[in-house]
């Protein structure tokens, strides 16, 4: 069992999840350090927690590794305790694999893996002085399923998926504190698809609004509910954290039908949408 206690830092924390996480971490006693690149987000976040616990806000792109570097040392210099590293901050990009080119390619990589990485190094040696400690990885269902039009960002996210579980086997290998989970949730109420870039090569415009119409109509999962998973899931040490009944059946269904479960899948999305009308 991980305890909910000390200090934790989040990234992307201004909204979504990440403040949802914030937010029920206070609760349980933690303090905080928050980072975004949402300065204004941070601010009203810190000033709804309040002053019943210590918190310390840092304007942090994860794209860039220096930044999180400063992070890290600003945090746990800020937070001794600090035991708790969750690597949530994310973005989309829609469009196929021949719509996208390769400098927005390399563009959610910088964020959705590398950031994941440059968060795992930068507070890893901390993290490995203490009794215990904690690194939340998030990723997706899309790091365990790859839709069409989703080429960049399952790619990215199954890399945090492997990334993370090779990380875990040679930290418990090692004997060290630090545990390392996983998560993989499916459609959050958040506003990542509604902020999401397109496509260089992508057209037709009324693609982006059938396609955030269709994920906010399946996204059914609040993000305090995603946040509470998160915490159980800390708590008992869970490798890999499914959020939501739609992850727990796509995850099914690909075992089922690892390398067919495309077609089923679109068919019940489709049923699905045309239900919601």
């Keep these: 069992m991980t305890a909910i206690r000390g200090a934790a830092a989040i990234t992307g924390a201004a909204s979504g999840i990440g403040r949802a996480l914030a937010i029920e971490f206070a609760q349980r006693g933690c303090d905080l350090a928050l980072a975004d690149r949402d300065e204004a987000g941070l601010r009203s976040l810190a000033a709804e927690l309040g002053t019943s616990r210590k918190v310390s806000v840092h304007r942090v792109d994860v794209g860039e590794a220096s930044d999180i570097a400063r992070f890290a040392s600003e945090a746990t210099a800020a937070h001794p305790s600090l035991g708790i ?7 989309a990009l829609l469009g196929t694999f021949e719509e996208i080119d390769q400098v927005q390619m390399a563009w959610l990589f910088d964020i959705n893996f590398w950031g994941v990485v440059h968060g795992t190094r930068a507070f890893l040696p901390h993290l490995k002085t203490l009794p ?5 990885n998030i990723s997706s269902i899309f790091g365990i399923i790859a839709p069409p039009g989703q080429s960049a ?5 199954f890399a945090v998926r492997g990334f993370s579980e090779s990380v875990r086997h040679e930290l418990a290998v090692a004997g060290s504190p630090v545990k390392v989970s996983v998560v993989h949730p499916g459609g959050i109420a958040t506003a990542i ?4 870039r397109t496509g260089v090569g ?7 609004s059938q396609m955030i119409e269709r994920f906010e109509t399946a996204a059914k999962t609040t993000p305090k509910d995603a ?3 998160i915490i159980k899931g800390i708590e008992r040490n869970e490798p890999r954290i499914l959020i939501g009944n739609d992850a727990r059946f796509m995850d099914l269904l690909q075992r089922l039908r690892p390398g067919t479960y495309w077609a089923p899948l679109q068919r019940r999305l489709e049923k699905m949408a045309k239900g919601a009308k």
């Design 132 to 136: 215990e400690a904690h690194v939340v």
């Design 193 to 196: 698809a509604r902020n999401s």
């Design 85 to 91: 590293v969750v690597n949530n901050a994310g973005v």
């Design 227 to 229: 946040a509470l998973r």
């Design 153 to 157: 960002y399952a790619a990215a996210k």
């Design 202 to 208: 992508v057209t037709d415009n009324a693609r982006r």
